[in-house]
């Protein structure tokens, strides 16, 4: 069965862009280190350069990433990703207009809300990882109570405004399992289960 | 040399109480989770805190916290939780940023000294710790001390919990980024992460 995680790179005050979308500060550390971890796709950029713990993460990620699920917001921001995701697995937009022109890509859109893109990209995955992301993608799964677990990597900076990883939750509080963390160079990858009770 | 340091326990997504936090609740409902790393039980004595249980990583931190020389807190963390009787550990000073009268009586309180800004409150306690550690806590007094700049260090205490509701550690910070180091994680028992950063000025 496919593990569905929420996956974001995350401000330490809590957002996952700053103010006008700025990302520099909280991607920093998937482009400003020594180790090279080539991307499958190579559309946005040819591979993360980061230190080497973190490396170990993005290449166990991407070993067993077999779907990802985001919304519209994210889609046109990367502007499809020129319809091949970065991280080389198919990808399931949640929107309530699907675009035109991208059919035959790896691409599908879903007008059924997020439980139906993540039992989508749940059946593509296999065994694998579904990686969801998205501020307000990664709301409504844990709201819907099916998202198995959360990565949170924490950048060290405070950003003071944007758009927070976590806002809006309807039936908190949610527990999570004690994480495994993973100290890279300076960001901090901490990897939690939800609780049981807190999934459907 | 001393340095500032905020100690707050947060939720992941940044909330140091859970919701209706007010006078007589000023952890918010359910807010002794993120508090069950150190303090756990059936509260006792006058202040109404529960006994100390942290053990192994979770008491070495506590105790670093504890031997700090000073204290810096806002009006409401200070008054909300009693005042801490007037004495928060060892008989330390303690300095209240406010910019009105006490709302409790502090006259039997000797270490206890209200001042009207942040960056005094912290350099009087800077002065009054010698060559220890201030501690500072309070969601407020951390937005004031890091918009003037007089913030050194943070030590949060990140639990596994999604609150989704309370008041945040960090909200309408008037300030642009503020880039930090982090300088050490140690992981608690029950799945607290304890974070240490320095802020670059």
Known sequence: MATVVADMSMSLDGFIAGPEDRIDEIFAWMGSGDVEVPLPVKTVMPAFRTDEASAAELRSTLDTLGAVVTGRRTFDLAGGWSGAHPMGAPAWIVTHNPPDGWEDTQVNFVTEGVESAIEQAREAAGDGLVGVAGASIVRQGLNAGVLDAVRVSVAPVLLGEGIRFFDGLENPPIALRPPRVVEGEQVTHLYYEVDARARR | ?201
Do not use: C
């Open chain 2, 1 to 201: 040399m001393s340095a500032t340091v905020l100690d707050m326990s947060t939720s992941i997504d940044g909330f140091i109480t859970g919701p209706n936090e007010g006078p007589d609740n000023g952890l918010g409902d359910g807010g002794h989770r993120l508090h069950e790393w150190a303090l756990s039980g059936e509260p006792s004595g006058p202040t109404g805190v529960p006994p100390v249980t942290a053990s192994g990583v979770n008491r070495k931190v506590f105790d670093e916290l504890m031997s700090t020389g000073a204290v810096v807190a806002g009006r409401r963390t200070f008054e909300w939780a009693g005042g801490w009787g007037g004495d928060h550990h060892d008989g330390v000073p303690i300095f209240i940023y406010s910019r009105h009268e006490p709302g409790i009586d502090i006259s039997e309180w000797p270490l206890v000294t209200y001042v009207d800004s942040v960056e005094s409150a912290m350099s009087e306690a800077k002065n009054a710790a010698g060559e220890k550690n201030v501690m500072v806590h309070g969601a407020a007094v951390t937005q004031l001390a890091l918009a003037a700049g007089v913030l050194d260090e943070l030590e949060l205490h990140v639990v596994p919990v999604l609150f989704g509701q309370g008041r945040r550690l960090f909200e309408g910070l008037d300030t642009d980024q503020i880039e930090l180091e982090r300088t050490r994680i140690l992981e608690g028992e029950g799945g607290v992460n304890h974070l240490h950063y320095r802020v670059k000025h």
